[in-house]
T-cell receptor, first 112, second 116 residues
Framework: DQQVKQNSPSLSVQEGRISILNCDYT??????FLWYKKYPAEGPTFLIS?????DKNEDGRFTVFLNKSAKHLSLHIVPSQPGDSAVYFC???????????FGQGTRLTINP | EAGVVQSPRYKIIEKKQPVAFWCNPI?????LYWYRQNLGQGPELLIR????????DSQLPKDRFSAERLKGVDSTLKIQPAELGDSAVYLC??????????????FGPGTRLTVL
């Protein structure tokens, strides 16, 4: 039972363009969502998050959008840079539960 | 400030052998998590500690997996005996006590286990 799904295993984007990574969830109890970034041989690092009371959160080049009715969120990176090449994980949480449920990840490759 | 430390980074064993992983969390972090990440998947929580107490071990396969955090600081995860399906990356993470916001989880680099 995959409660958090990232249906695109990989994505390739040209440097300078926008990268859009998508995530869907099934559990309507989730009320906090996060994106993590992972480089090879390193642990995941926190990137950006959004509470279910918002529909958008922006931090520099990174913006996360939440569509609760569709149970969908997306991460936008603009402009994309070579250092953004990594695996991106979407994660969801029921606030207070301190348990993250991760998606399968999307490998983003930024081409020069 | 040192991050979450894990050792070993890589481990290759034959099936039915025991194996142990060690984690030292960020100083002052009372909450410690062990995750397993299978190839092509996201991390899955195995166990969560608040200080010495395991408060969520519902996903830990208790027939062969065990964990301890005796002094509420570092932790050990053990598998005995290991099976082929245990091949994965085992991640340790930590966070400050009392936080309800999981983005404050800090992950170690993981231990990549290969069972032959």
């Amino acid at each position: 039972d995959q409660q958090v799904k990232q249906n695109s295993p990989s994505l390739s984007v040209q440097e300078g363009r926008i990268s859009i990574l998508n995530c869907d969830y099934t559990n309507s109890m989730f009320d906090y969502f996060l994106w993590y970034k992972k480089y090879p041989a390193e642990g995941p690092t926190f990137l950006i998050s959004i509470s279910s009371i918002k529909d958008k959160n922006e931090d520099g080049r990174f913006t996360v959008f939440l569509n609760k009715s569709a149970k969908h969120l997306s991460l936008h990176i603009v402009p994309s840079q070579p250092g953004d090449s990594a695996v991106y994980f979407c994660a969801a949480q029921i606030q207070g539960a301190q348990k993250l449920v991760f998606g399968q990840g999307t490998r983003l490759t930024i081409n020069p | 400030e040192a991050g979450v430390v894990q050792s070993p980074r890589y481990k290759i064993i034959e099936k039915k052998q025991p194996v142990a992983f060690w984690c030292n969390p960020i100083s002052g972090h009372n909450t410690l998590y062990w995750y397993r990440q299978n190839l092509g998947q996201g991390p899955e929580l195995l166990i969560r500690y608040e200080n010495e107490e395991a408060v969520d071990d519902s996903q830990l396969p208790k027939d062969r997996f065990s964990a301890e955090r005796l002094k509420g600081v570092d932790s050990t995860l053990k598998i005995q005996p290991a099976e082929l399906g245990d091949s994965a990356v085992y991640l340790c993470a930590s966070s400050s006590s009392g936080t309800s916001v999981s983005h404050e989880q800090f992950f170690g680099p993981g231990t990549r286990l290969t069972v032959l």
